[in-house]
C-alpha cells in the first residue's frame, strides 16, 4: 500500500522511537510493562522477578515475553498510546551487551534515562549517556523508585548536571505525605496529581486527580504543613532549577527531569504524555553526502542488529533495519550500499510469542523491519530506493577477550565454522584466525566475557556443536594496513599475535593497551584502525 505524501508525512510525524538507558535494576523492565499497561497493550502488569540469575543470558524482552506471554518483538516493542505510535528499542541490560545496546541507541530518536532515586547516576548510565550524548539524541528523565524515600530531589539533579554535565530541568515534582508519595506536581499546569493506589501492588492503573495548591483535596491529602512544605519546594525550584529550555532539549544538552514510581504507577502517566509530546519524531538524517528528509525521499534505512536463528526451525538470519525515510514497499529492489548488490524487499518479518509470521502493518520512517536474510546483510549496512546513499556506521567495539576455541569431536568442525561465521556476523563475536601449518585456527574476540558463555550456549543450542575455550593473554587489537614485512615484525614482537579476519584483513593482538599505544607512536608506516578498514565507519 502505497500512501499519498501528506498521509506519509503525517504517519512518520506520529512516530516516537526511543530507547531507555539505565543501570541494571533501575527498574526498565517494570516501566517498559507500564508503558505497555498505559498503552493498552497488556491488561494488567505482573510485578516483575526481583532477581534472574540468568537474565544477561537473553534480551529482558525474550524474558518478558515468556514469563507473561505477551507478543513482543525481539529488538523493538511496538504500541500504540493515544494518537502516537510507539516505538521501543530494546537495551539489554548487562554490560557485557553494551555493543547491543549503543547499536539501539544510533536506530533511537530520542531517550529516556531512567535512575533509582537512591543512586543516581551509575556506571552503566554514564556509558550510555555519553553515546546519547554523541548523536544529540534528546534524553528524558524520570526518577524512579520515589515510593521510598531517596536522595534530596535537588542534590540528585545537581548531581546528573555535574557527572552528565547536561542541564536539567523540573517537569514534575514528588509530592508526600510523611514520606510516603501520594502524587506528583506538575510544573507545566502548576497543579498536583493525586493518586489513588488500587490496591493491586501496581497492576492496574491507579486513579489521578488535577487539583489545585490551594485546594481542599491536596489540603486533605498532605495537610496544611505539606501543603506549605511543597509551596517552599516550589519556590525553591523557580529560583535554583533551570528554565525549561526545549530548544536545548532538542539538541540534547538539557534534560526534563520528572519523578515517580514504575512499581505503583505514581507519575508515570504525566511522565509518559509529557514524553510523548516533547520527544522528536523521526528526523532528518545525515548520509555521506548530504541529509535525508524522512518524508521526502523513498525508502532508505539501514541495519543496526542481525540475529541468527529466531526461531530454531527456520535456520535464517534477520536484519532488522531502522526505517530513516520513506514507506517499506514490498517487492520494490533496494541497494545494499556496501556491495551494490540489489535487494529485492521481502515482506518484513514479526516475531510473536516466538512464532514467525508477517508483519501486515504498515512500516514508515521511524518504524523497525525484520528482514530476512540469506548472509546479505551486516550491521552498518544502508538498505536504500533510488540514489545509492549511505547513512553513517553503527559503532563497534574493539574486542578485550580473546580465546581459542577447541571442539571435542573434530568431525563437527564444519558446524563449528558454520556457527562461528553467523554467530560473528551478527556481531556477537569478532571471528579471527590465526595462521598455522594444519590451517587456520579459529579466535573468538567479545567485548564482555560474558558473550563467550552465550557463544558456547548457543553453538550447543543451535548448531548441536560442543566447545571449549581457551583463553588467550591478549587485550586488543587493531586492523592494520601497511607494508606486510612491517606487519611481520611488529606482530613478531613479545606478547602480539598477527590474525586476520574472515575478510581476509590484518590485525594484530597485543597484550595491553600500552604496547599497543607504543608501536601506534613508533610504527609510522602503519595505519592502525578500530574498525575494519573499507567496511565500516566509526561513529
Ligand atoms: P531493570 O534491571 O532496570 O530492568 O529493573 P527491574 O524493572 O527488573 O526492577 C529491579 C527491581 O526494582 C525489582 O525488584 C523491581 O520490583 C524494583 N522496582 C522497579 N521499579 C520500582 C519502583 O518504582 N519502586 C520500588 N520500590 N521498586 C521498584
Redesign the pocket.
Known amino acids: 500500500m502505497a500512501l499519498s505524501a501528506a498521509a506519509l508525512a503525517e504517519e512518520i510525524r506520529r512516530r516516537r522511537t526511543f530507547a531507555i538507558i ?12 507500564k508503558l505497555l499497561l498505559y498503552g493498552g497493550a497488556i491488561r494488567s502488569a505482573g ?6 540469575s540468568d ?1 544477561h543470558a537473553t534480551s ?1 524482552w525474550l524474558e518478558m515475553e515468556q514469563e507473561r506471554g505477551i507478543s513482543i518483538t525481539a529488538s523493538v516493542l511496538h504500541f500504540e498510546y493515544q494518537n502516537f505510535r510507539i516505538n521501543l528499542l530494546d537495551t539489554p ?1 548487562h554490560q557485557d551487551f553494551s555493543e547491543d545496546t549503543y547499536r539501539a541507541l544510533t536506530a533511537a530518536d530520542s531517550a529516556i534515562m ?1 535512575l533509582d532515586n537512591r543512586k543516581g547516576v551509575e556506571v552503566q548510565t554514564q556509558k550510555l549517556f555519553s553515546v546519547c550524548k554523541k548523536r544529540r539524541l534528546p534524553i528524558y528523565t524520570f526518577v ?5 524515600i531517596g536522595e534530596d530531589p535537588l542534590r540528585l539533579l545537581d548531581d546528573v548536571q555535574a557527572e552528565l554535565g547536561i542541564d536539567c530541568f523540573v517537569s514534575t515534582w514528588p509530592v508526600r505525605r510523611e514520606g510516603r508519595l501520594v502524587g506528583v506536581y506538575d510544573r507545566g499546569c502548576g497543579k498536583v496529581w493525586l493518586y489513588e493506589e488500587a490496591g493491586d501492588h501496581g497492576r492496574s492503573r491507579p486513579r489521578a486527580t488535577l487539583v489545585h495548591l490551594e485546594s481542599d483535596e491536596l489540603a486533605t491529602a498532605i495537610g496544611s504543613e505539606g501543603v506549605e512544605k511543597l509551596s517552599e519546594e516550589i519556590e525553591l525550584i523557580e529560583i535554583a532549577g533551570s528554565e525549561a529550555d526545549f530548544d536545548a532539549v532538542e539538541r540534547g544538552e538539557a534534560s526534563p527531569v520528572c519523578f ?5 504507577n505514581f507519575g508515570v502517566d504525566v511522565f509518559l504524555e509529557r514524553f510523548l509530546s516533547l520527544a522528536p519524531p523521526p528526523s532528518p538524517r545525515e548520509v555521506t553526502d548530504g541529509v535525508i528528509e524522512p518524508a521526502a525521499h523513498p525508502f532508505s534505512g539501514f541495519v543496526f542488529k542481525v540475529q541468527a536463528n529466531m526461531d530454531p526451525r527456520h535456520r535464517d538470519r534477520v536484519a532488522f533495519v531502522r526505517v530513516c525515510s520513506g514507506e517499506f514497499e514490498e517487492g520494490a529492489e533496494a541497494v545494499v550500499s556496501r556491495t551494490g548488490q540489489k535487494l529485492r524487499l521481502a515482506q518484513p518479518q514479526e516475531f510473536m510469542a516466538r512464532e514467525r509470521t508477517h508483519a501486515d502493518s504498515l512500516a514508515v520512517a521511524g518504524d523497525v523491519v525484520g528482514l530476512l536474510d540469506r548472509g546479505n546483510l551486516r550491521v552498518g549496512d544502508t538498505v536504500a530506493l533510488g540514489d545509492r546513499i549511505e547513512y553513517p556506521g553503527v559503532p563497534r567495539f574493539s574486542p578485550e577477550h580473546f580465546s581459542q576455541i577447541h571442539i571435542e569431536d573434530a568431525l563437527r568442525r564444519k558446524h563449528l565454522d558454520r556457527g562461528l561465521r553467523h554467530l560473528a556476523e551478527e556481531g556477537t563475536i569478532l571471528l579471527l584466525f590465526a595462521p598455522s601449518i594444519t590451517g587456520p585456527i579459529p579466535i573468538v574476540g567479545a567485548v564482555g566475557s560474558l558473550q563467550f558463555d552465550v557463544l558456547l550456549d548457543r553453538l550447543q543450542r543451535e548448531y548441536g556443536v560442543s566447545a571449549r575455550l581457551e583463553k588467550l593473554p591478549f587485550h586488543c587489537a587493531r586492523w592494520v594496513t601497511g607494508p606486510d614485512d612491517q606487519i611481520e615484525k611488529v606482530a613478531n614482537a613479545y606478547g602480539r599475535r598477527r590474525v586476520m579476519d574472515a575478510d581476509g584483513a590484518q590485525l594484530i593482538l597485543f597484550d595491553n593497551e600500552w604496547t599497543l599505544r607504543r608501536s601506534m607512536e613508533q610504527e609510522k608506516d602503519l595505519t592502525f584502525h578500530d574498525v575494519q578498514p573499507n567496511t565500516s565507519v566509526d561513529a
Open positions: 539505565s543501570h541494571p535494576d533501575a527498574g526498565k523492565t517494570t516501566l517498559t510493562e510485578s516483575v522477578k526481583s532477581r534472574r537474565r529482558d541490560g531512567l524512579n523508585k520515589c515510593d521510598r515517580g514510581s514504575a512499581l505503583t
